[in-house]
């Protein structure tokens, strides 16, 4: 009897199981379902179909299952499917944590759904909830995830699992404190404008401005928690106020700064900016947002007064700004466009002739996250650095150390025809040796001009910053990027070669460059132009730099073809040596002319004996 009834409920769900399939294969791409079996995908719809009845208003159903007959391609898949009341920012935030866990999905199904409440409170499918159509009475919006990736093993499954669950639980708390986080500062809105604030006007004229703009829709507003300051000027601290956080800082365990491991509440960095004219101060929080999209969580910090206009604390907003941020002119964006307007000002350009054009544009392609954070000092020494890239092209590094010592914002300039993955890899190498960090993220970009632009961020975990000096690091830099071309011109310079042997010398092998130093490529080029086919061999013992005086090394200069090794073996060892190694390298004709060969062999004396050069 049990089996019957579980039967009689299989059958009773059927027509509804098989219209949730029939909207999974509308919704999804035709070449994703063409890698599945009829039967298999109708597996899968069950599956998305079993979780979706157990779903209950206010909570949320993850299962993570292996079924051994989920296959994609031959291939056995695990499904992940997530259940949820609708809500903004599911389905990146949750597919944002599946990617970085279980890498690229192979079958991904998001469809709104509708649902109707039976016995229990279970949720019964209905039909799909379309935009901008109203939906029926009593019915629900859910939202169900479906995806497949590469087999889980059981415990990679429960920790991703507990991962999603932990997210669910930071959009649930974002997207419902959301108004009440409106509200709030809507309120520093009202006390910046009404109250007795000890600050410039027109900075805090600025910063309303600045807060309204955030409110209207150019900011995820993600959390925010408030803190007291209890002190003088010089030793005061922020405290935790007793007021709940709202979003995702309503969990204590959110640190908004830190530094390693540890909380930084409050530096001389903070008190600087609590005592200072600024009513607002806007940086990069230490922790990634898992809600939205995977990026450091922007930060801005926003001073609290009593109502004797007496610093009472701050309050810590943090979220992602939205892609007006980035896509708006920076002269359109208030808190920006004071520093842009400072910048522009002390510079002496007028607005509208070349020069002044020019350092909007330099502005205006700014990396715009520096360009919150950064000062207006800084910022203007930054500028007029790469203003005057525009008329003589070189390497520049310019950088900011974060004012809580929590990592360094560099921006560093190099020829665009010298810029590679590997390049980058060695200057990022570089700059973390010289910072005493570790590369926390690098953005290339591709500027008009004759330069490439990479702005590399060096987090750092303890302790000050080095102070580094900038000639320094170009200096550096520039040898990452000094090509063995440039070398060679240099050393054709210093030995006043002529510039046939430069330009034999540039014909030489990619093979023979990673080997031998320009000075030595000048040497060779001397002893291959004496050749020709009346004259076409040349011979040059030396020792190689760290050879013992049992080493040395013998280069052929051979015009026209190689000379066989079964021709130069036996000759050597005739003379008592024996050969190590050897390389052979070909210098292609000039037009018509015949190749040259040079045979680069490394020798040893019989028995350990000594090598005289000079015999």
Known sequence: MPGARKAAKAEKHAPKTAKLEELLRLRAPAEDVAAYDEAVFAHAAGLAGAALSRHRRGESVIAIESDPALRHGGRQVSAITIVNDNMPFLFDSLLG??????????????PVVLVSRGKGGAAEFAGEALPGKADPAAAERVSVIHVHVARLGEEAAAALKERLAYILGQVRAAVTDWKPMLARIDQAIHDFR??????DRAEVAEGIAFLEWLRDDNFTFLGMREFKYVGGEKDGVLEVSKKAGLGILADPG????????????TTPEIRAF???????????ANAKSVVHRRAYLDYVGIKVFDAKGKLAGELRVVGLFTSTAYTSSVMDIPYL???????????????GDHSGKA????????????????????????????????ERPRVRVLFRVDQFDRFVSILVFVPRDRYDSIVRERIGAFLK?????????YYPSFPEGGLARVHFIIGRSGGRTPKVEPGALEAGIRAIVRTWEDALT????DSGAESGLVALANRLPRSYRNSFAPETALEDARQVAALSAADPIAIDFYRAAGEGDDHASLKIYHHGEPVGLSRRVPLLENMGFRVISERTFEIPGDEDAAPVFIHDMELAGEAGRAIDLGD
């Open 274 to 284: 609590l005592h200072g004219p600024e009513p607002l101060i806007v940086t990069k």
């Open 433 to 441: 040796t010289a910072f005493d960090g570790r590369l926390s993220a």
């Open 337 to 351: 466009r004071s520093k842009a307007g400072a910048v522009i000002a002390r510079s002496g350009f007028d607005a």
């Open 194 to 199: 009404y109250a007795s604030v000890p600050l």
């Open 97 to 110: 944590e599946i990617a970085d866990s279980a890498g690229e999905p192979l079958l991904v199904l998001h």
């Open 254 to 265: 959110v640190l908004v700064l830190r530094r390693g491991a540890e909380a930084v509440t």
């Open 359 to 390: 350092l909007i544009n330099v502005l205006e392609s700014y990396p715009r996250d520096e360009l919150f954070q950064i000062s207006v000092p800084t910022l203007r020494k930054h500028a007029e650095a790469i203003l005057a890239l525009g």
């Open 490 to 493: 240099d050393a054709a310079a």
